[in-house]
């Protein structure tokens, strides 16, 4: 008779009211209650897991973050300070506390136009490193559309657990560039009996993962398949900043500025735009022109541009930023015992060259590569040698005799 009134402690429910009724030491609880326990705990066990990620995201004011990048990256001003501001508002949307009638922010995805080796990769990199969240730089143009030989869109993601130790929860607050957008434009506006699996259909299998979508990813990375065990990772706090060069997207910019000028005005007209440097006039029309679909732009809301690099920015690229190239050589026979120094003519001559291969900052580290080899081959070896310095008749002599010296500006 006893047995027939147990009730549960915590809703008081009847034994017969319930499914199952587990039975402690000085109490019983009903199937009910444990559900709701658990869904009370694991709520409370998201909120703690939230507090910790965020208390571990250094987020810095826009201007503190421009002033990190300033240390890493030379000129760019324009592009510091449009990521700068992304980012903040980014993780400010990240950390809010959402109430039901409280506005909800956007992702605020960015594009970055520029030529190669002027910075996109660096800008990135410097970002995510100085606010501590999970990195990784992913290639467009590996990924082909599902079926065929390449990479899936997924992969993507698989770089970024594993940037976040298999931590799901980090790895949805991290940051993702993506290199090379611009090679999966599309082909043509014509029709083709033929698919575009590395073009269109990339910028497709894209969308639901740039504005935020739980995708199953691949632990491993490679193809998804049925028997495989997936992650599951929520894209809607994840920050996406993409990179290309757009190459040739210049003419489409060109076309644009000019397209209502006639007659004279129209020479008044292009005298105002700046020639030497037209991407700065870049918008989402000339993307499109170059071969984006609109719905992947419009998940991209940022869109800032990267100046080419000139003489004078290459000059202080060598010698000014924290891990600048002089700084690397000086710190690499440093670790030998020797003390390394460069000629003034030198460092000018190295620029000059850089110049002319139009290779950007990349170019800069082939060359004095080439003026360094021989130095770096056989110096470690004599014991004796405490001092090296770099004349410019020693580079000018190294230059000469490497394959560099055969390379002509395209």
């Known amino acids: 008779m006893e047995q027939e009134n147990v009730k549960c402690s915590f809703c008081g429910r009847d034994k017969r009211e319930t499914e199952v009724l587990i039975a402690g030491i000085t109490g019983h609880i009903c199937d009910n209650c444990v559900e709701q326990a658990k869904s009370i705990v694991k709520e409370e066990m998201s909120e703690k897991v939230n507090e910790e990620l965020t208390s571990n995201i250094n987020l810095l004011k826009p201007i503190d973050f421009k002033r990190h990048l300033d240390e890493y990256i030379i000129g760019q001003e324009e592009a510091k300070k449009t990521l700068s501001v ?10 809010q506390k959402v109430d039901e009638d409280e506005i909800e922010i956007e992702k605020s995805n960015v594009v970055m136009v520029g030529e190669t080796g002027t910075g996109k990769t660096l800008l990135a990199k410097t970002i995510a490193k100085i606010l501590n969240v999970p990195f990784c730089i992913a290639d467009a143009t590996v990924i082909t559309e599902a079926g065929y030989v390449g990479e899936d869109v997924e992969s993507i993601l698989s770089r970024l657990l594993q940037a976040a130790d298999y931590d799901v929860n980090a790895a949805e607050r991290g940051i993702v560039f993506i290199d090379e957008i611009d090679k999966i434009a599309r082909k043509s506006d014509n029709p083709s009996i033929t698919r575009d699996v590395s073009g269109e259909g990339v910028q497709q299998a894209m969308l639901k993962l740039l504005e935020g979508t739980t995708v199953g990813v691949p632990p491993q990375g490679g193809r998804k398949h049925p028997e495989q065990k997936l992650v599951q990772v929520n894209t809607k706090d994840v920050l996406f900043i993409c990179g290309g060069a757009f190459d040739g997207i210049v003419t489409a910019i060109g076309k644009r500025v000019n397209t209502h000028a006639v007659g004279y005005s129209a020479s008044k007209k292009a005298d105002e735009f700046d020639k030497d440097n037209m991407l700065q006039y870049v918008s989402p029309q000339d993307l499109k022109s170059f071969g984006l679909i ?13 100046n080419p690099l000139d003489g004078d920015a290459l000059r202080r690229i060598l ?4 891990n600048s190239l002089v700084k690397q050589y000086v710190k690499l026979f440093e670790m030998e015992g020797i003390k390394l120094s460069f000629d003034k003519k030198v460092l000018d001559h190295i620029v000059e060259k850089a110049l002319e291969f139009k290779l950007g900052a990349r170019g800069l580290r082939s060359i004095c590569e080439a003026i360094m080899v021989d130095a770096m081959f056989e110096l470690p070896s004599e014991k004796d040698v405490k001092e090296f310095k770099v004349t410019y008749s020693y580079a000018k002599n190294k230059l000469s005799k490497s394959t560099m010296n055969k390379m002509k500006a395209a």
């Not at 992304?86 to 950390?95: E, F, G, I, S």
């Not at 719905?295 to 869109?303: A, D, M, N």
Request: hydrophobic share 35%; no cysteine; proline share 11%.
């Open 294 to 306: 609109p719905e992947l732009i419009g998940r991209f809301p940022v869109l800032t541009y990267l």
């Open 319 to 322: 010698t000014e930023p924290k």
């Open 86 to 95: 992304a980012v903040y508002n980014h993780y400010k949307r990240v950390t």
